[in-house]
């Protein structure tokens, strides 16, 4: 019976279709703006790299703003710029106002002032979720990290979920497992997430983010406690500021690992990566504590591969005129 022949083959592909979606970065383009836009990268580079001559924490709040991004996605939409989107009262609530992100997430005066220049020189072509992947690649570089070739095409949300921000977004509270998972439910493996978790080589955390960890952890470096002690009382001070790399905190280089291995990691989360000197994950920070080539490509590559989570692609989404708000 030769017409059951392709049902049976059917059966015997589909489970192989499910388990191998395709490569969203097929859909994605690094030449995405050539024609509709040729200026569009060399007008975000221009843009992050004054706004960080400025302020230099500036490149770690976009670094971070992409991370945010990519990270929320209700369905399918990941870095779609749905972060950006404000609170309007009584009809829209945003992510903004999400427990990782109130009083801490900073930067978009900066993507403001992108996505006006953009709509001067192409009205309506680049998207605010493309403007925040390259603006998170220009602020590496400008700091001295490594450089990598932008996928692009991605478009804008037109909704945002303060929900899963609160419960996708790793906390800094979180043990190795939680961490492990909170990447691996987004397509990241556990090199991935060393890798990203390299970016606190730069910016800034709050008092409030890492009082446990120099009053109640035990694995902390009792010099390094005791100086953060007096930075971050037990009471009050919540909004006070400490480098998440206190070395060289506006230098992007391989600094955090150097600092786990003297369990001087200021995040509870950050030593979770090295907590003694065995495994698989402790020996991959050790790595790129001493070969920070290592891990420059490594990021790179886990930058891309956050970049590619869930993008809103053809005709899906909008391009925003203004990224705070839904055309
Ligand atoms: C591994 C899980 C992670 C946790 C638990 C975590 C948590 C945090 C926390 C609590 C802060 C300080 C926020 C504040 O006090 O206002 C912070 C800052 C920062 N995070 Fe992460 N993060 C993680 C991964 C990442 C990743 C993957 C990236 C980028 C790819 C990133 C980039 C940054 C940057 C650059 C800053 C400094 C921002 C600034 O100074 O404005 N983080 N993170
Ligand atoms: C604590 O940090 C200092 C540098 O600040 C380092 O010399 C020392 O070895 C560290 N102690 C431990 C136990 O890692
Ligand atoms: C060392 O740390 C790993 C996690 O990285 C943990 O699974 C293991 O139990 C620890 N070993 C010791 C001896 O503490
Ligand atoms: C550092 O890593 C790079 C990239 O993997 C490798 O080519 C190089 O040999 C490593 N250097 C050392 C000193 O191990």
Redesign the pocket.
Known sequence: MPSQIPLLLLFMISPLLLAAPPPVSAQLSPEFYETSCPDALSIIGASVRAAVAGDPRVAASLLRLHFHDCFVQERLPGCDASVLLDDVAGSFTGEKTAFPNRDSLRGFEVVDVIKASLEVACPLVVSCADILAVAARDAVAALGGPLWTVQLGRRDSTSASLSSTNSDLPSPFSDLNTLISAFAKKGLSIIDMIALSGSHTIGQARCTVFRTRIYSDNNVNSSFASLLRSKCSIFGKDNDLSPLDMSTPTVFDNGYYKNLLSKRGLLHSDQQLYLNESGLVSSRVSLYAK?S??FF?DFASAMVKMGNIGPLIGENGEIRTNCRKIN
Do not use: G
Request: charged share 50%; hydrophobic share 0%.
């Open positions: 070969n080539t290592k490509r």
